[in-house]
Nanobody, 115 residues
Framework: QVQLVESGGGLVQPGGSLRLSCATS????????MGWYRQAPGKEREWVAR???????TYADSVKGRFTISRDSARNTVYLQMDTLKPEDTAVYYC?????????WGQGTQVTVSS
């Protein structure tokens, strides 16, 4: 069984930065693609970024150039560095892991961008 635990959310002013972490358990965590989604109030869940076991990354256009996803395989942890945050980045951020046809999710961490 795979468990994902996010941390690092909070309140930040526009233009600020936050780094989210997603710690995983289970032997498959270091060899599977992982990433982040987010869900703002009243909106559908939106894919944000993805990283493969080899380190290849992809981003949604809305965060490209501002967010950076990375992983520390030795620690089974994936990070999302968020810079130049905007109010529209306010959402609950969810970490996920793909294991063939199964997707594992974390519980989510709130990010609020407001002055």
């Amino acid at each position: 069984q795979v468990q994902l635990v996010e941390s690092g959310g909070g309140l930040v002013q526009p233009g600020g930065s936050l780094r989210l972490s997603c710690a995983t358990s289970g032997s498959i965590a270091s060899i599977r693609p992982m990433g982040w989604y987010r869900q703002a109030p009243g909106k559908e869940r939106e894919w944000v970024a993805r990283i493969t076991s080899g380190g290849s990354t992809t981003y949604a256009d809305s965060v490209k150039g501002r967010f950076t996803i990375s992983r520390d395989s030795a620690r089974n942890t994936v990070y999302l560095q968020m810079d130049t945050l905007k109010p529209e980045d306010t959402a609950v951020y969810y970490c996920y892991l793909n294991y063939y046809s199964v997707t594992y999710w974390g519980q989510g961490t709130q990010v609020t961008v407001s002055s």
